[in-house]
């Protein structure tokens, strides 16, 4: 069963940093592209960043929102992919979801539960 | 950049009735990576429709896609109670940038 979990979510003051963790289980890791999508509180889906698969290069792409602020990286012995979140702001307040993208698909097949992230002070 | 839009932005209707939820770019794009996702409250969204048109492990055909260029469509043909939700419409370039619309909430009416 292909299972996502994500964690490392909480309360952080503006300016701060966070890094999110996405475990993977079920599936081939490293043959996976990951990505990060976020909600905020009572609105829609944002794309944040994706990793391509180590076969691909295993390089990432942002957003123009969070460019320059954050960094995913991926470590496929853990099946981990992390989220380096920096200089926070309050409209990075959400949750955020990590995502497998199908190659076969072209879509997004398997999403986790969500971590939630607030930037308050 | 590729602009995702959705039309209407609810859309109240009543268990058995149809449903046409429009999703349009602002340029022609690839059908095969046009992808419709359900989210009901509280849940994590699920991927209904890929490529378009094809339809996701387990969903029911009362869903269809289509469409092509910058215009596409969901179809769900005889609302059930369970379908009541919000639909997002999402494009992936192929290279660098991921795309949803901002959603249609279909209601109870």
């Known amino acids: 069963e292909v299972q996502l979990v994500e964690s490392g979510g909480g309360l952080v003051q503006p300016g701060r940093s966070l890094r999110l963790s996405c475990v993977g289980s079920g599936f081939m890791f490293g043959d996976s592209a990951i990505n990060w999508v976020r909600q905020a509180p009572g609105k829609g889906l944002e794309w944040v960043t994706f990793?391509?698969?180590?076969?691909?290069?295993?390089?990432?792409e942002y957003s123009a929102s969070v460019k320059g602020r954050f960094v995913l990286t991926r470590y496929d012995s853990k099946s981990t992919v992390y989220l380096q979140m920096n200089n926070l702001k309050s409209e990075d307040s959400a949750i955020y979801y990590c995502?497998?993208?199908?190659?076969?698909?072209?879509?997004?097949?398997?999403w986790g539960q969500g971590t939630l992230v607030t930037v308050s002070s | 950049e590729i602009v995702l839009r959705q039309s209407p932005g609810t859309l109240s209707l009543s268990p058995g009735e149809r449903a046409t939820l429009s999703c349009w770019a602002s340029?022609?794009?690839?059908?095969?990576?046009l992808a419709w996702y359900q989210q009901k409250p509280g849940q994590v969204p699920r991927l209904l429709i890929y490529g378009a048109s094809s339809r996701a492990t387990g969903i029911p055909d009362r869903f269809s896609g289509s469409g092509s260029g910058a215009d596409f469509t969901l179809t769900i043909s005889r609302l059930e109670p369970e379908d009541f939700a919000v639909y997002y419409c999402?494009?992936?370039?192929?290279?660098?940038?991921?795309?949803f619309g901002p959603g249609t909430k279909v209601d109870i009416k």
């Open positions: 340029q022609s794009v690839s059908s095969n990576y």
């Open positions: 999402q494009h992936y370039d192929g290279s660098a940038r991921v795309t």
């Open positions: 990793i391509r698969e180590t076969f691909a290069g295993g390089t990432a």
């Open positions: 995502i497998r993208w199908s190659g076969t698909l072209k879509a997004y097949d398997f």
